[in-house]
């Protein structure tokens, strides 16, 4: 292994780790105000959001309705109620149809 | 005790895994297309596979490929590293207030397995999440994650066209299964999602900024907004009550 490869490779993953692992130390037994709370509480659902738009629309280069109708799938598979991995399965399945039929 | 202890780990443990099941399907194309691409840009076996195993995060690793075959120095690369993946330390501090009580030794481990996609499951998951869960959810997606990235430097290749290209939706769709539930039952739900879409599409597609920082802010922005709408709302109901 090259040794400027490898110290790249050990200095990505502290840099990776650390922001991973530093809130569990420095909040520790803390307790936060309740705004604070609040905010965290809003997170997973501000995040989604912003992982899911607008990255989806382009998981095809030069098709933007690939990722439309793909979002579409899932959106109605999971408003069906159906598990997450059906979500999953289900709108591979679709543009998979999709690629050989059109 | 003891037994009915180790029964209860066990029993979370393997939610955990279930739980992770979809992100193992989503690594799956990502990896081996990884190991594809860190074949073409130079690295060895070894290097790939090191590279997933202690860095564990998918975006940055694609982009220092694209910066080594620049030929960008070692230290942007890891200055890159760091600002793609410092939106981790908000999903750690969130994590953190959902987490069960455990030794902290316990946590500093498994912090180290949190990604966009073991943070979603675990965060949108009802009630608390246990140190068990964690280590499951976690087993699943890393092992999927470093034994693709190994299988795709070895074989070569990646999967069909027409596969590949329908397998990249999964972790789109794992997000929107994540979100769709709970979107379902609560207009804040809605309106904080709508929110970060919004403020995303804002700033990555009027290229203001780096995709790392995009989604902290986007968050932090959508998240502080509907929490101070919603503490304005409080106050004024409040002192309504007062008079």
Known sequence: MRSDVFWMIIGMAIVTYLPRMLPFVLLKGKELPPFIQGVLRNVPYATLGALIFPAILFIKDDDIWYGVLGAGAAFLVSYLGANVIFVVIGSIAVLTLYSYFL | ?243
């Open chain 2, 1 to 243: 005790m003891t037994d009915l202890a180790i029964g209860k780990v066990t029993s979370s443990f393997r939610k955990g895994v279930q739980g992770g099941l979809s992100i193992g399907i989503g690594y799956f194309p990502i990896a081996l297309t990884f190991g594809l691409l860190a074949k073409t840009s130079g690295l060895s076996i070894y290097e790939t596979v090191l590279m997933s195993l202690i860095v564990f995060a998918g975006a940055s690793q694609y982009i220092s490929l694209s910066l080594i075959s620049y030929g960008t120095g070692i230290f942007e690369i890891i200055l890159t590293t760091f600002i793609v993946n410092i939106r981790h330390f908000l999903m750690s501090a969130t994590l953190n207030e959902k987490a069960e009580e455990d030794r902290i030794i316990n946590k500093i481990i498994y912090a180290f397995g949190i990604t966009d996609e073991t943070f979603s499951v675990a965060a949108t998951k009802d009630g608390t999440v246990s140190t068990g869960y964690m280590f499951g959810l976690i087993s699943i997606s890393y092992l999927s994650w470093v034994i693709f990235s190994g299988v795709g430097h070895l074989i070569g290749a990646s999967l069909p066209h027409t596969l590949q290209e329908s397998m990249g939706v999964a972790l789109y769709a794992m997000f929107i299964g994540l979100l769709v539930p709970s979107l379902k039952k609560s207009t804040k739900v809605f309106l904080l999602s709508i929110l970060g879409a919004v403020f995303n599409s804002i700033f990555t597609l009027g290229q203001m900024m780096a995709q790392g920082w995009s989604i902290v802010l986007s968050t932090l922005l959508s998240a502080i907004l509907i929490e101070s709408i919603e503490y304005i709302k409080k106050r004024v109901r409040g002192e309504v009550n007062e008079k």
